[in-house]
């Protein structure tokens, strides 16, 4: 698009003037205050309603003495040159006074607007539908002014613009620049690499925990095991106890009342033996039985980590956030379609400005070109509304697998927390097996054996006191020595659980550098996509280059959008470099969308050498001497 000529009546402080750009860069010099920003203000205000800050509430009437001129019309008018051709916007605001009855002077009542386009009368909406058919407000501010893109607007909005207009890279792009990266998209799967990461992470924090934990019962273990458990010896002794305990109850056994109390002392020696063989296999059962739960315990753990309740979660949340999002938008765009479908043509009949009647052609005419544009934006809502109904099943269809994965990730949770439950609550000893049967046959042998004891007589007791003694002495030497060898056999035993242990260390160790290496190849993967994202949209760019990412502190990525040069952030450039630099902004607009428009660069007196923009250029330039604004092509 190109400006032809623009005429400025009672705009601000300009009173009359009609400059003549013929389509061609020119440059406008004036003075201070002469009204040369007040030409692109016009501009702006012609096609919609705002100044170059994006007001519109600005005073636009001239102000007289501190006050506004009263009864006088504004009236901005322009001729574009756009691929459809020649078109004439006229924009008209004024005054209305109105004389009540009775009353013999007019009161001010507020103001009105009036459009017209190739010198037709037409509504506001018809005006709007025109402008927008040439370009939207926002590309053009964007195409026309140096300080909008990289300045006014609002950096999340800066960024949407350039992955729009230059595109974004997706993981697949990514990933074909490098084999470890398409391997490492296979692994995570449906995950994102964010989400792969972070899971792993949760593993590599269990890696460490395990790494800080087993030292502990590695030293455990490590004082069960003896200097010397070789059993050899103590089994002699212990044999050669036996055989002297079994001398001395069969010399009591040739007594028939001494029998009964050898029979009961063999009684004793079985049940303290079974009580001793039994505490051993509770003592074993004990440490192998924690062993188990607790690698039960850290694989539970594993695997409700690997669910990514969190994650999963917040996802489920966005998407239900994007079915809100979109029906919100459907409604809105429901009661748009209503509003406009309920727009009736308001034909003027009279001239505004001379009070001349308009030819019945003009204004059918008229009403064919509000009709048109009616129906186009009629049409342009339907399409809208379309395309997100199409969105909106998508996007709920995703919302509802979202909702039925995350129930379903949570019931498998609940049911490993369960199991961890019990497993901390479990008895971790239990009895050999037939122990408690084999026992009470014994206490009740025992008892029977008592019994008949208290029915012997006193000499038969004393008789065999002295051989009791011995027996006694005997069978606690019996029970140290085994003792000995159950410390033995538990010394054997912690030796081979040693190893298991130094072994369980090499392969977490093992694992956590995998573990370790995935989350280093993610960060390279987001690095590099970083990396080649901006290096993609920077590419379009001769002079600006664009930050979208700014690392932070913990290593993590904030998403930005900054333009520099060379380095240099956009807000501590110089005025000169940041006009060059939002002139290389327009120039890549205007190349990624084929649409061109006026650029109008103020305070150009202060850039000695202007960036080249493909696209008719109005340069505004302070000259103390010109009191009044002069063209020059």
């Known amino acids: 698009m190109r400006l032809n000529?623009?005429?400025?009546?009672?705009?601000?402080?300009?009173?009359?003037?009609?400059?003549?750009?013929?389509?061609?860069?020119?440059?406008?010099?004036?003075?201070?205050?002469?009204?040369?920003?007040?030409?692109?203000?016009?501009?702006?205000?012609?096609?919609?309603?705002?100044?170059?800050?994006?007001?519109?509430?600005?005073?636009?009437?001239?102000?007289?003495?501190?006050?506004?001129?009263?009864?006088v019309e504004t009236h901005v008018e322009a001729e574009l040159e756009t691929d459809a051709g020649t078109v004439t916007l006229i924009r008209k605001y004024r005054e209305v006074w109105t004389r009540k009855r009775g009353d013999l002077s007019e009161t001010f009542t507020g103001h009105e607007s009036v459009f017209y386009v190739d010198n037709l009368p037409v509504s506001q909406s018809t005006f709007k539908a025109t402008v927008d058919k040439i370009m939207s407000e926002t590309l053009f501010r964007s195409l026309t002014n140096p300080f909008y893109f990289p300045e006014a607007m609002k950096w999340q909005d800066r960024r949407s613009q350039l992955f729009k207009l230059f595109g974004s890279l997706t993981d697949s792009d990514i990933a074909a620049q490098d084999p470890r990266f398409q391997q490492l998209l296979e692994d995570a799967g449906r995950y994102t690499v964010e989400q792969y990461r972070d899971g792993t992470k949760v593993k590599i924090r269990g890696y460490n925990q395990d790494l800080k934990e087993i030292p502990a019962r590695m030293d455990e273990v490590a004082r069960q095991i003896l200097d010397d458990d070789d059993a050899a010896e103590t089994e002699?002794?212990?044999?050669?106890?036996?055989?002297?305990?079994?001398?001395?109850?069969?010399?009591?056994?040739?007594?028939?009342?001494?029998?009964?109390?050898?029979?009961?002392?063999?009684?004793?020696?079985?049940?303290?033996?079974?009580?001793?063989?039994?505490?051993a296999y509770r003592e074993r059962i004990r440490i192998q039985n924690a062993e188990n739960n607790r690698k039960a315990m850290n694989d539970l753990a594993d695997q409700i980590a690997a669910l990514a309740l969190v994650t999963v979660e917040a996802n489920?949340?966005?998407?239900?956030?994007?079915?809100?999002?979109?029906?919100?938008?459907i409604e809105a765009l429901r009661?748009?379609?209503?509003?406009?479908?309920?727009?009736?043509?308001?034909?003027?009949?009279?001239?505004?400005?001379?009070?001349?009647?308009?030819d019945k052609g003009d204004v059918e005419a008229s009403k064919q070109v509000w009709e048109a544009a009616r129906k186009e934006r009629l049409d342009a809502i339907n399409k809208q509304g379309r395309d997100l109904a199409t969105l909106l099943?998508?996007?709920k269809t995703e919302a509802s697998e979202a909702v039925t994965e995350l129930e379903r990730r949570k019931k498998i949770a609940a049911e490993y927390e369960a199991a961890m439950s019990e497993l901390r609550t479990a008895d971790l000893a239990q009895d050999m097996d037939g122990y408690a049967e084999e026992l009470n046959q014994l206490t009740e042998k025992r008892s029977a054996i008592m019994e008949a004891i208290s029915a012997a007589?006193?000499?038969?007791?004393?008789?065999?006191?002295?051989?009791?003694?011995?027996?006694s002495n005997k069978q606690a030497e019996y029970a140290e020595a085994k003792k000995e060898l159950t410390a033995m056999a538990a010394s054997r035993a912690a030796r081979q659980r040693l190893?298991?242990?130094?072994?369980?260390?090499?392969?977490?160790?093992?694992?956590?550098?995998?573990?370790?290496?995935?989350?280093?190849?993610?960060?390279?993967?987001?690095?590099?996509?970083?990396?080649?994202?901006?290096?993609?949209v920077n590419s379009h760019f001769r002079l600006v280059r664009w930050q979208l990412y700014k690392e932070q502190i913990n290593g993590g990525l904030e998403e930005v959008c900054e333009a520099t040069v060379d380095g240099i952030p956009y807000h501590d450039l110089n005025g000169a470099m940041r006009i060059n630099a939002g002139l290389d902004i327009i120039n890549a607009c205007i190349d990624a969308t084929g649409i061109s428009a006026p650029v109008f660069v103020d305070n150009a007196e202060s850039v000695t050498s202007l960036y080249d923009v493909n696209a008719q250029v109005i340069r505004l330039v302070v000259s103390a001497k010109d009191k009044q604004l002069k063209l020059q092509k």
Request: charged letters at 25%.
């Open 316 to 329: 489920t949340k966005v998407k239900a956030q994007m079915v809100d999002e979109i029906q919100s938008k």
């Open 5 to 71: 000529r623009i005429t400025i009546i009672n705009f601000k402080g300009i009173k009359n003037l009609e400059l003549c750009f013929e389509g061609k860069s020119v440059t406008i010099y004036g003075a201070n205050s002469s009204g040369k920003t007040s030409v692109y203000d016009a501009f702006l205000w012609l096609l919609f309603g705002k100044d170059s800050r994006g007001s519109a509430t600005f005073s636009i009437e001239p102000i007289v003495n501190g006050e506004p001129l009263h009864n």
């Open 236 to 279: 002699a002794r212990l044999e050669a106890i036996t055989d002297e305990i079994g001398r001395l109850r069969a010399s009591l056994e040739q007594d028939g009342d001494a029998g009964l109390i050898a029979q009961r002392v063999a009684v004793d020696g079985e049940i303290a033996a079974l009580q001793q063989k039994n505490n």
């Open 393 to 395: 099943k998508t996007a």
């Open 335 to 358: 009661a748009k379609f209503t509003t406009v479908a309920s727009e009736k043509f308001e034909p003027v009949e009279i001239c505004p400005t001379c009070g001349r009647p308009f």
């Open 499 to 536: 190893e298991e242990l130094r072994d369980q260390q090499q392969r977490t160790v093992a694992a956590l550098e995998d573990a370790e290496a995935i989350v280093a190849l993610c960060e390279e993967f987001i690095r590099t996509r970083v990396s080649m994202v901006e290096e993609s």
């Open 457 to 471: 007589s006193e000499g038969a007791k004393a008789k065999t006191a002295s051989i009791m003694m011995q027996i």
